[in-house]
C-alpha cells in the first residue's frame, strides 16, 4: 500500500517513515525542505534497508500537487505533516504561517478528493487546548481560542479536515501531540532545528554539546511544585507508532466515525527542571542554564489523557524519560562526531 508522507524528511516524519517501512507499507515523500535536509532519505534507507521515493515539491502549490497524485496514482492514504511549527516566529510572520500551513492543506485536500483518495491522517497538537481548566486533558476538552497563529493554523486546520469529512467521503484520524522529544535508537535520524533551536530538548542538548552557551529557563514562578512550566513528553519513536495504528485502522475500516482524535502524549507531566536532571542523569554532564522571565505565551502545565488512544487506538508510550533524553544524547553525539 503506498501512502504519502508530506513533510517526510522531517523530524517526526522521518521516524513514522522508519515505522510505516518496517510495518509493509510503501512510501512517498513529498517535502520542500524548508525545513529539512534531503540526506534524511539516506539515514531512513540506512535504517530499514528501502529508500523511500522522495519528491521535493511545495504543496501550498496547487500545480505541483496535483502534478505529485497525477505521477502516484496508486496513492491510497495520505499522513500530512508538513507544517511550519515555530510558536516565535509565527507571531512575527503571521502570513507565512497561514499561507504555508493552511494552502497546502487546502491543496491536498482538494487533490485528494479529485484522485479518490480518503483516507488521511493529520499531525495537530495539544496547542489546540491552550491552558485546559482540568488535568488531564482529554478529547472532549473545550478547544481555547490559540495563542499563536502557529497554534491557530492548527485549529483551523482541524475545522477545514472536520468540515470537509461533512461533505466527502474524506475519513481522517487527527493526532494531537503533546511534546515529541527523543531520537531514533540508531542516532541516524533526530532532530534537527535549522539556526537557534526554539524548543526546550535540541536546546539542552545543544547547549551541552557546546553549540550555545546557557540554557535559559523561562519562569519558575508558575504554579507548579518547583515553579517552572509542565509538559507531557513523549518519546518520538511511540509517536511515530501511533501513526501506524491510525493508519491502519482507518485502512481496515475499523474506525467509529469518520473522524477521530487522540490525544498521545504519555499520560505523566515534567517540569523544566525535572526535564534537565533527567538530562544530566543520564548524559553524566552538567547543563548550564539560568533562570529568566516567563516566555510569552508558553501555558503554565498540560498533561495528557491517553485513555482513548490505549483504548480505542490500541496504542500505549513505552518509554519513559530517561530514554527520551538518553536517545536525544546520543543523536546529538552523533552530529557532533559528524562535524568533527
Ligand atoms: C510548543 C507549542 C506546541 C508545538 C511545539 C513545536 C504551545 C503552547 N506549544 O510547545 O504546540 O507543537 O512548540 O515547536 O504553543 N523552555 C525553556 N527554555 C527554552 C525552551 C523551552 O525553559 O529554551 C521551556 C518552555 O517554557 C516550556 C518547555 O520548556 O515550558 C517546553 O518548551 P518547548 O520545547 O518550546 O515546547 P512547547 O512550548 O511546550
Same mark, same amino acid.
Given at each position: 500500500m503506498k501512502i504519502l508522507v508530506t513533510g517526510g524528511t522531517g523530524y517526526i516524519g522521518a521516524h513514522t517513515i522508519v515505522e510505516l517501512q518496517q510495518h509493509g507499507f510503501e512510501v512517498v515523500i513529498a517535502d520542500n525542505l524548508s525545513n529539512s535536509f534531503a540526506d534524511v532519505v539516506d539515514a531512513i534507507k540506512e535504517i530499514t534497508a528501502i529508500r523511500p521515493v522522495f519528491e521535493q515539491i511545495d504543496l501550498a502549490d496547487a500545480a505541483q500537487?496535483?502534478?505529485?497524485?497525477?505521477?502516484?496514482?496508486?496513492?491510497?492514504?495520505?499522513?500530512?505533516?508538513?507544517?511550519?511549527?515555530?510558536?516565535?516566529?509565527?507571531?512575527k510572520l503571521p502570513l507565512k504561517y497561514?499561507?504555508?500551513?493552511?494552502?497546502?492543506?487546502?491543496?491536498?485536500?482538494?487533490?485528494m478528493q479529485e484522485f479518490d483518495v480518503n483516507t488521511l491522517v493529520f499531525?495537530?497538537?495539544?496547542?489546540?487546548?491552550?491552558?485546559?481548566?482540568?488535568?488531564?486533558v482529554d478529547e472532549k476538552a473545550a478547544?481555547?481560542?490559540?495563542?499563536?497563529?502557529?497554534?491557530?493554523?492548527?485549529?483551523?486546520?482541524e475545522d477545514i479536515i472536520s468540515d470537509t469529512i461533512k461533505a466527502s467521503p474524506l475519513k481522517a484520524i487527527m493526532l494531537r501531540y503533546f511534546n515529541p522529544i527523543g531520537a531514533?535508537? *540508531? %542516532?541516524?535520524?533526530? +532532530?534537527l532545528p535549522i539556526g537557534i533551536p526554539n524548543n526546550l530538548v535540541p536546546f539542552i542538548t545543544q547547549t551541552t554539546i557546546g553549540k550555545r552557551d546557557c540554557l535559559q529557563v523561562f519562569g519558575n514562578d508558575y504554579d507548579t511544585p518547583d515553579g517552572t512550566c509542565i509538559r507531557d513528553y513523549i518519546h518520538v519513536v511511540d509517536l511515530a507508532k501511533a501513526h501506524v495504528l491510525a493508519l491502519s485502522r482507518l485502512m481496515e475500516k475499523k474506525n467509529d466515525a469518520p473522524c477521530e482524535v487522540f490525544n498521545l502524549g504519555t499520560g505523566t507531566g515534567y517540569s523544566v527542571l525535572e526535564a534537565i536532571q533527567a538530562f544530566e542523569r543520564v548524559s553524566g554532564r552538567k547543563l548550564n542554564y539560568k533562570i529568566v522571565e516567563r516566555r510569552a505565551g508558553d501555558v503554565e502545565k498540560i498533561w495528557a489523557d491517553t485513555h482513548l488512544a490505549n483504548t480505542v487506538l490500541g496504542w500505549k508510550a513505552e518509554k519513559g524519560l530517561?530514554?527520551?533524553?538518553? *536517545? %536525544?544524547?546520543?543523536? +546529538?553525539?552523533?552530529?557532533?562526531?559528524?562535524?568533527?
Amino acid at each position: 500500500m503506498k501512502i504519502l508522507v508530506t513533510g517526510g524528511t522531517g523530524y517526526i516524519g522521518a521516524h513514522t517513515i522508519v515505522e510505516l517501512q518496517q510495518h509493509g507499507f510503501e512510501v512517498v515523500i513529498a517535502d520542500n525542505l524548508s525545513n529539512s535536509f534531503a540526506d534524511v532519505v539516506d539515514a531512513i534507507k540506512e535504517i530499514t534497508a528501502i529508500r523511500p521515493v522522495f519528491e521535493q515539491i511545495d504543496l501550498a502549490d496547487a500545480a505541483q500537487t496535483k502534478a505529485l497524485f497525477a505521477k502516484h496514482p496508486d496513492i491510497v492514504g495520505v499522513i500530512h505533516f508538513a507544517a511550519f511549527k515555530a510558536v516565535g516566529e509565527s507571531t512575527k510572520l503571521p502570513l507565512k504561517y497561514y499561507h504555508n500551513n493552511l494552502f497546502s492543506l487546502v491543496n491536498l485536500l482538494n487533490t485528494m478528493q479529485e484522485f479518490d483518495v480518503n483516507t488521511l491522517v493529520f499531525s495537530s497538537s495539544c496547542t489546540v487546548y491552550g491552558q485546559p481548566e482540568t488535568l488531564p486533558v482529554d478529547e472532549k476538552a473545550a478547544i481555547q481560542k490559540a495563542l499563536s497563529p502557529y497554534g491557530n493554523t492548527k485549529q483551523i486546520a482541524e475545522d477545514i479536515i472536520s468540515d470537509t469529512i461533512k461533505a466527502s467521503p474524506l475519513k481522517a484520524i487527527m493526532l494531537r501531540y503533546f511534546n515529541p522529544i527523543g531520537a531514533h535508537e *540508531s %542516532a541516524l535520524i533526530g +532532530e534537527l532545528p535549522i539556526g537557534i533551536p526554539n524548543n526546550l530538548v535540541p536546546f539542552i542538548t545543544q547547549t551541552t554539546i557546546g553549540k550555545r552557551d546557557c540554557l535559559q529557563v523561562f519562569g519558575n514562578d508558575y504554579d507548579t511544585p518547583d515553579g517552572t512550566c509542565i509538559r507531557d513528553y513523549i518519546h518520538v519513536v511511540d509517536l511515530a507508532k501511533a501513526h501506524v495504528l491510525a493508519l491502519s485502522r482507518l485502512m481496515e475500516k475499523k474506525n467509529d466515525a469518520p473522524c477521530e482524535v487522540f490525544n498521545l502524549g504519555t499520560g505523566t507531566g515534567y517540569s523544566v527542571l525535572e526535564a534537565i536532571q533527567a538530562f544530566e542523569r543520564v548524559s553524566g554532564r552538567k547543563l548550564n542554564y539560568k533562570i529568566v522571565e516567563r516566555r510569552a505565551g508558553d501555558v503554565e502545565k498540560i498533561w495528557a489523557d491517553t485513555h482513548l488512544a490505549n483504548t480505542v487506538l490500541g496504542w500505549k508510550a513505552e518509554k519513559g524519560l530517561d530514554d527520551m533524553m538518553r *536517545s %536525544a544524547w546520543n543523536w +546529538e553525539l552523533k552530529l557532533s562526531e559528524k562535524k568533527n
